[in-house]
């Protein structure tokens, strides 16, 4: 399908400190939009960043039918602007589309709105390691109607914005043992807006008594390490790499995928076990937990610093140092500023050259 584009008679650029950027706050010059209504997807057009006017029925508003993306873009010592494995992105959006009932996104229409809104917008990434520009795509139900049924039109979005790190310091989680995020059968593996917004009573709570965010466990026998609702996990015992499997409740990541590959690569001993927040608490008290690091897009790898569950706290030594998870991290990023070869074919080019003006 062709993109229509219509380029904005001003930047915002020259506002932006790209010394000091936060999370989520600021956007780019442009955004993608498509519509989808009589089965097909209609008009991809990249314009202006704009507002949207909604009709106050409107169904993504008040039956959950919204889910979205989150990838990154960086640029390479030479320039040239990179994505971050697109195509997975596209998948999992579309297996989130699945499970919310909606529509798929032609996965080859997802990876050029993505790559020429970059494209066009490559200015907002930021020179820095570190920071990159955040990518937002969403797909939202936009039928006006009061009644619970899957809608029949849709809005596809993307919205991008330079970001400084998620979580700019290493990270305290408490366990949670009271409210869950996701149960087998349920969406905790898409990646659905509900999923986000049942955690923030619990993430705020945990923020009250000091703590960044919820550490979930299952929610049949609050026993089983699941994620943290930001990043999914990992935990170094005794010299052996541990994460959560997916069980159909945590996010499927990317760089939790990546992660996984990258320490096999590297001669690491890797499981997806089915750890249980004891089998951690025993590890501390014998010595052999050596570290725990959330991996995500936004938090590209952060370190722990401590669990809090029940009645007592795991500090972790030297947070912010630990060996594993600062492998993963530098080779991430070493990965998307081009510093190290990509074997892997994980990062896409983004082509430098202008593109067709309406
Ligand atoms: C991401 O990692 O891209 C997410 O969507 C997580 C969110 C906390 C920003």
Redesign the pocket.
């Known amino acids: 399908m062709d993109i229509r584009i219509t380029k904005s008679n001003s930047s915002r650029l020259n506002d932006v400190d790209f010394e000091n950027l936060p999370?989520?706050k600021l956007f780019s010059d442009h955004m993608f939009v498509a519509d989808y209504y009589d089965g097909k997807w209609h008009n991809p057009r990249i314009e202006p960043f704009h507002n949207f006017s909604l009709h106050p029925a409107t169904m993504a508003l008040h039956y959950g039918q919204a889910i979205?993306?989150?990838?990154?873009a960086s640029k390479s010592k030479d320039g040239t602007p990179m994505l971050f494995r697109p195509e997975m992105h596209a998948q999992r959006m579309n297996r989130s589309a699945h499970r919310i009932c909606m529509p798929s996104i032609p996965e080859d229409l997802f990876v050029e709105a993505v790559t020429k809104l970059v494209q066009i917008d490559q200015g907002w990434i930021p020179p820095i390691e570190g920071s990159a520009l955040?990518i937002?795509p969403t797909l939202i139900a936009t039928d006006e109607f009061i009644g619970v049924k899957p809608s029949q039109s849709y809005k596809f979005f993307i919205i991008t914005g330079p970001v400084g790190p998620?979580y700019p310091k290493p990270v305290r989680l408490l366990a949670e043992t009271k409210y869950v995020r996701a149960v087998i059968g349920g969406t905790g593996e898409a990646?659905a807006a509900g999923n986000?917004g049942g955690a923030l009573l619990p993430a705020k709570l945990a923020q009250e008594k000091g703590y960044d965010q919820v550490l979930w466990l299952d929610a049949k026998e609050f026993k089983y390490i699941q994620e943290c609702?930001?990043?999914n996990i990992f935990f170094v015992i005794d010299g052996k790499v541990i994460t959560p499997p997916l069980y159909g409740t945590i996010l499927n990541?990317i760089?939790r995928l990546s992660t996984i590959e990258l320490l096999k690569d590297e001669g690491y001993e890797v499981e997806e076990y089915p750890l249980t927040i004891d089998e951690v608490v025993e590890a501390y008290k014998k010595g052999t937990l050596q570290e725990a690091f959330g991996t995500?897009?936004?938090?590209v790898v952060s370190h722990i610093e401590a669990i809090s569950y029940k009645d007592m706290v795991i500090e972790f030594p030297n947070p912010g140092k630990g060996k594993v998870g600062e492998f993963v991290k530098h080779t991430i990023d070493q990965l998307r500023s081009g510093s190290i070869a990509d074997t892997r074919g994980w990062t896409v080019k983004v082509p430098v050259e202008e593109t067709m003006e309406v």
């Open positions: 999370f989520g979205f993306e989150g990838m990154k955040y937002r998620y990646k986000y609702g930001t990043m990541g760089t995500g897009t936004a938090a």
